[in-house]
């Protein structure tokens, strides 16, 4: 599961009951994690204090005596250096209403005990995937480029997932919280490609990623002679006090109503949250036009009250 030129995935497991962490910990070691075991709240709040930054993933145990899995989720939530960690609540409760309580204190990952081998590992493999995309951000916040701050307008034509992630991280830098803008924004870019340019369907994305090879049936895709010269564009402007970026795609559209708030009953697929995400974590708008390939998303540069004096 991990490339032999990237460092091992590290994730820590905590659950109450020896047997659900044991076989936790045999499926996991097996795909290629490294793992940790907690046995309750507490033990799982010191490994985080202690070595929070060593892990690429928490899955948390929602029900457990003492310190329960939502008061640690909401203890990470408040912390700096911990809120960013992606958490895979196990639960036994799958009722949307104990899903959509999960979600607002920050679990966009979910099982249901008991659970199914390829599911959790499409489960975890998401939740790691978000958490590494979140650190190259970072490292690509941290690179200056000068002259970048005098940019009014620029246009892009981009076609491939690299491509997204530099095109978004450039974008990035001319906004006050880099990492939560490149973040919603290469989600978006990368929707316009897979769903937008590739036709690639909630289903068949749902199907890529329990098998483990979302990526290369991603890059296989575009190598086909009737996708090989598509391309996504990009405007972005800064406009009173705004970042505005627009993306559009060569795609028919889709219901894009369905997926501006996160539903509940997505909360045990592998993909399905990535718009929600980004809206609620990384623009002050989210706005599809049309059929749905064409979206803007409005990030705010300014504070709000320089905004509405119209600085």
């Given at each position: 599961?991990?490339?032999?030129?990237?460092?091992?995935?590290?994730?820590?497991?905590?659950?109450?009951?020896?047997?659900?962490?044991?076989?936790?910990?045999?499926?996991?070691?097996?795909?290629?994690?490294?793992?940790?075991?907690?046995?309750?709240?507490?033990?799982?709040w010191?490994?985080?204090?202690?070595?929070?930054?060593?892990?690429?993933?928490?899955?948390?145990?929602?029900?457990?005596?003492?310190?329960?899995?939502?008061?640690?989720?909401?203890?990470?939530?408040?912390?700096?250096?911990?809120?960013?960690?992606?958490?895979?609540?196990?639960?036994?409760?799958?009722?949307?209403?104990?899903?959509?309580?999960?979600?607002?204190?920050?679990?966009?990952y979910?099982?249901?005990?008991?659970?199914?081998?390829?599911?959790?590992?499409?489960?975890?493999?998401?939740?790691?995937?978000?958490?590494?995309?979140?650190?190259?951000?970072k490292?690509?916040?941290?690179?200056?480029?000068?002259?970048?701050?005098?940019?009014?307008?620029?246009?892009?034509?981009?076609?491939?997932?690299?491509?997204?992630?530099?095109?978004?991280?450039?974008?990035?830098?001319?906004?006050?919280?880099?990492?939560?803008?490149?973040?919603?924004l290469?989600?978006?870019?990368?929707?316009?490609?897979?769903?937008?340019?590739?036709?690639?369907?909630?289903?068949?994305?749902?199907?890529?990623?329990?098998?483990?090879?979302?990526r290369?049936?991603?890059?296989?895709?575009?190598?086909?002679?009737?996708?090989?010269?598509?391309?996504?564009?990009?405007?972005?402007?800064?406009?009173?006090?705004?970042?505005?970026?627009?993306?559009?795609d060569?795609?028919?559209?889709?219901?894009?109503?369905?997926?501006?708030?996160?539903?509940?009953?997505?909360?045990?697929?592998?993909?399905?949250?990535?718009?929600?995400?980004?809206?609620a974590?990384?623009?002050?708008?989210?706005?599809?036009?049309?059929?749905?390939?064409?979206?803007?998303?409005?990030?705010?540069?300014?504070?709000?009250?320089?905004?509405?004096?119209?600085?």
């Amino acid at each position: 599961m991990t490339g032999s030129n990237k460092p091992q995935p590290t994730l820590l497991l905590v659950d109450d009951e020896p047997f659900n962490l044991e076989i936790l910990a045999e499926h996991l070691t097996e795909a290629g994690y490294a793992v940790e075991l907690a046995s309750d709240g507490e033990e799982a709040w010191n490994w985080l204090t202690r070595a929070g930054d060593s892990f690429d993933a928490v899955l948390l145990d929602r029900m457990m005596p003492g310190l329960n899995g939502m008061e640690v989720l909401k203890r990470m939530q408040a912390h700096p250096q911990l809120s960013g960690l992606p958490v895979v609540m196990q639960t036994a409760v799958g009722s949307p209403e104990a899903v959509r309580e999960g979600m607002e204190a920050g679990a966009y990952y979910y099982l249901t005990k008991p659970f199914e081998r390829d599911m959790l590992l499409a489960i975890v493999a998401a939740a790691v995937a978000q958490h590494r995309a979140r650190r190259s951000v970072k490292q690509a916040a941290a690179q200056p480029l000068d002259g970048l701050a005098m940019l009014s307008e620029a246009r892009f034509q981009l076609g491939t997932l690299d491509e997204a992630q530099r095109v978004a991280a450039l974008l990035g830098k001319l906004t006050p919280a880099p990492e939560r803008t490149v973040l919603g924004l290469t989600e978006l870019i990368v929707n316009a490609i897979e769903h937008g340019n590739l036709g690639v369907g909630y289903a068949e994305k749902k199907a890529m990623m329990q098998s483990g090879r979302w990526r290369e049936e991603i890059e296989a895709l575009q190598q086909q002679p009737e996708h090989v010269d598509k391309r996504v564009k990009i405007v972005a402007r800064r406009q009173d006090g705004r970042l505005l970026v627009e993306i559009e795609d060569e795609g028919d559209g889709f219901d894009w109503n369905r997926f501006l708030d996160f539903d509940p009953a997505r909360a045990f697929d592998p993909n399905g949250r990535g718009i929600s995400m980004a809206r609620a974590m990384s623009f002050e708008s989210l706005a599809y036009q049309g059929a749905g390939n064409v979206v803007i998303a409005t990030i705010l540069l300014a504070p709000p009250e320089q905004v509405a004096g119209g600085l």
